[in-house]
């Protein structure tokens, strides 16, 4: 019952906003403009995020420390990608939730009546999570992950350290109130970039509505719908390129919401904290306006259209040599947000690698960088990584090395030595040719002179 009285009024009070939408939402798209100064806002911290390059766009007190209520969920859901990804569970693997999963969330707050020793499909869960923000679902998911909503949020805060977040600690899986449960539009918007890296969640939120029929402990189906009211199109909050995202609210934190949306080929991510009444769906819809209007996202570098070649060297017995030379090369294709009058010819690359580096090389260790850079200023970084491994020489290798060394030694000395007496050999055969060519060069001197004494003395004695 208190759900569903917790819902009507809500129905009221978005019923009751949506006389001034329309009314706030013209004013707003009349006085944005391409100075972002210009945007009018009444969100405390908000962030326009191009979702595939990770730029900033626009930022309004985009690193100060706010309640994130809900939108906490989005990092639970990531863990959760990311535990079934790296363990191969299916969606249709089971969770069994514990007493402290159902009985420790505040009374009050978003549930979908799970019972102790109930059993869902992760599908489920995650649903419950995505239309109906569900806290007991949440606790559900902490547990199957790291067993505990105490080690899940240690891990929520030691991720998304991982990820850049600067300024966020987390310390449960829901984001019900806690001074000590914090982040910021950035740190939110850096962690759905990455959870859109995940194609499953993708599917997910494809869906506004969903059924969990009945289960060993309910007999009645659940039927949960959307709350986030710019992927209802029979709201006047409805935004068409609005694919996703995730709504959040406490008394603390008012309105938070998190959505991304996609127009061609540029998707951006929308944060805003810190909201009253209906301001965050009209504060999202004018940024991202702004910046569909003002912006395109484009491929500016191709993975083989950088190669840099590094030489790989090792130091062995004193004496450095280079072991294989290998290529720097991007990990993956680089995408940029450039204004939309603009071209890829307009941005300059810098590279910056080292021509040398020392083994051992791992493949994808990072060897160099290339900036991007528009207008002057640099606008993406991406790192240039080695192509191939490069292990060090090992001690087994070293002595084979050695013992080939050897060995060659030994065979290239023992050629020596048989050339030197092939040599000498040649040079004896020569010298003993070279005395039987003179004494026959005498012999045959020899002859002829006494050929001519007796040709003389015949001849002498015919003239007697």
């Known amino acids: 019952m208190k759900y569903k009285f917790f819902s009507f009024v809500l129905a009221l009070c978005l019923l009751f906003s949506n006389t001034v939408f329309a009314t706030i939402s013209s004013e707003q798209t009349t006085q944005k403009s391409t100075q972002t100064d210009e945007l009018q806002l009444t969100a405390e911290a908000a962030i326009l995020m191009d979702a595939t390059s990770g730029q900033i766009l626009y930022e309004k007190n985009s690193d100060t420390k706010q309640y994130p209520a809900s939108i906490t969920k989005l990092m639970t859901i990531l863990l959760a990608l990311e535990k079934m990804e790296a363990e191969n569970i299916s969606l249709t693997d089971t969770i069994t939730f514990s007493h402290d999963a159902i009985y420790t969330i505040e009374p009050g707050s978003s549930h979908i009546a799970i019972q102790e020793g109930e059993t869902l499909t992760l599908q489920q869960v995650l649903y419950g999570i995505i239309l109906q923000s569900a806290n007991e679902c949440s606790n559900g998911i902490a547990e199957f992950v790291d067993g505990s909503t105490e080690s899940f949020a240690k891990h929520m805060t030691a991720r998304a350290k991982e990820l850049g977040c600067q300024n966020t600690n987390f310390v449960n899986a829901n984001g019900l109130f806690d001074k000590e449960h914090y982040t910021t539009a950035h740190d939110m918007a850096l962690i759905t970039k990455q959870l859109l890296t995940h194609d499953t969640y993708r599917k997910l939120v494809e869906k506004t509505y969903f059924e969990i029929p009945p289960t060993n402990k309910q007999s009645e189906t659940r039927y949960l719908h959307g709350q986030h009211q710019m992927l209802n199109n029979h709201s006047l909050y409805y935004y068409p390129e609005a694919k996703g995202g995730k ?78 030379t290998i290529s720097a090369i991007l990990e993956q294709d680089i995408y940029v947000a450039i204004p939309k009058q603009s071209s890829v010819a307009d941005i300059q690359q810098t590279i910056t690698c080292n021509d040398t580096v020392s083994v051992p090389i791992v493949k994808g260790d990072i ?57 000498l050999l040649f040079a004896y055969f020569a010298y003993r040719y070279m005395l ?27 003239q007697k």
């Open 247 to 324: 709504t959040g609210f406490t008394n603390e934190a008012l309105n938070t919401l998190v959505t991304f949306a996609k127009k061609g080929d540029t998707e951006l991510i929308v944060v805003v904290l810190k909201c009253a009444g209906a301001q965050h769906y009209v504060d999202t819809k004018t940024l991202f306006d702004y910046g569909f209007e003002n912006y395109k996202t484009i491929k500016a570098v191709s993975r083989t259209d950088i190669k840099q070649n590094v030489a790989v060297t090792e130091t062995l017995q004193n004496k450095t040599s280079t072991k294989q």
């Open 367 to 423: 060897l160099g960088t290339l900036t991007l850079t528009y207008d002057g200023k640099p606008i993406t970084h991406a790192n240039l990584v080695a192509s191939d491994d490069v292990a060090e020489t090992t001690k087994e290798e070293l002595a084979k090395m050695s013992a080939q060394k050897r060995s060659h030694m030994f065979k290239t000395i023992a050629l020596v030595v048989i050339g030197i007496l092939l040599l």
């Open 436 to 462: 039987y060519q003179i004494q026959e060069r005498k012999r045959a001197k020899r002859k002829a002179a006494r050929k001519r004494r007796l040709q003389q003395a015949a001849y002498h004695e015919k």
